[in-house]
């Protein structure tokens, strides 16, 4: 198994402005992902964050907007950089350990409200 | 795109009925995934189911995967206060990610 630490669980920031969420993994694990999960919706992948390279992200989002670093097999960041209002939701990062097939973990969230 | 169709979105039930929600999707799944979310936690793998038509139980909850490994139900006999929270399917996608059914909500009413 895997234990992720997310930090912070919760900021509340300025328009403008730009937050970076970190996880930390205790153990090396093959894939990491940063979802957005609006209240009562479900989870939508930003971003698979790749070790050493740069990061694969889905529709509707882009790498000016949400950068990601992965330095390692056990560290990635997320920024959300230029916040708006629009921004605010719960981000989530995860890890699987060995990729296919296997079961995601998870860090215990982000809760972002920009003003 | 591949897609996984999770219906009800809610489900109210009183203390001791049973709860039941299903997934559909878009393409044969080589297995699927069940996590539970609690009010303001982060989902939680419950099971993962491989093979056709396999059945697997934890306690009160009962997982099916479909013969055509397309679609997948979850059962929670004798729903207590302690299963409150937001069940989802996920299967896997083309590039190692999960695909995420909407969640079904279980609400035990007052």
């Known amino acids: 198994s895997a234990v992720i630490s997310q930090k912070p669980s919760r900021d509340i920031c300025q328009r403008g402005t730009s937050l970076t969420i970190q996880c930390q993994v205790d153990s090396q694990v093959t894939m990491m992902f940063w979802y957005r999960q609006q209240p009562g919706q479900s989870l939508t992948l930003i971003a698979t964050a790749n070790q050493g390279s740069e990061a694969t992200y889905e529709s509707g989002f882009v790498i000016d907007k949400f950068p990601i670093s992965r330095p390692n097999l056990t560290f990635s960041t997320l920024t959300v950089s230029n916040m708006s209002p629009e921004d605010s939701s719960i981000y989530l990062c995860?890890?699987?350990?060995?990729?296919?097939?296997?079961?995601?973990?998870f860090g215990q969230g982000t809760r972002l409200t920009v003003v | 795109g591949q897609q996984v169709m999770q219906i009800p979105q809610y489900q109210h039930v009183q203390e001791g009925e049973d709860f039941t929600t299903y997934c559909n999707s878009s393409?044969?799944?080589?297995?699927i995934q069940w996590y539970k979310q609690r009010p303001g936690g982060h989902p939680v793998f419950l099971i993962q189911?491989?093979?056709s038509g396999e059945v697997k139980k934890q306690k009160r909850l009962t997982f099916q995967f479909g013969e055509a490994k397309k679609n997948s139900s979850l059962h929670i006999t004798a729903t207590q206060t302690t299963d409150v929270g937001t069940y989802f399917c996920a299967g896997p996608g083309s590039n190692y990610q999960l695909i995420w059914g909407a969640g079904t909500k279980l609400i035990i009413k007052p």
């Open positions: 995860s890890a699987m350990i060995q990729g296919l097939n296997t079961e995601a973990f």
């Open positions: 393409t044969t799944l080589s297995n």
């Open positions: 189911l491989v093979k």
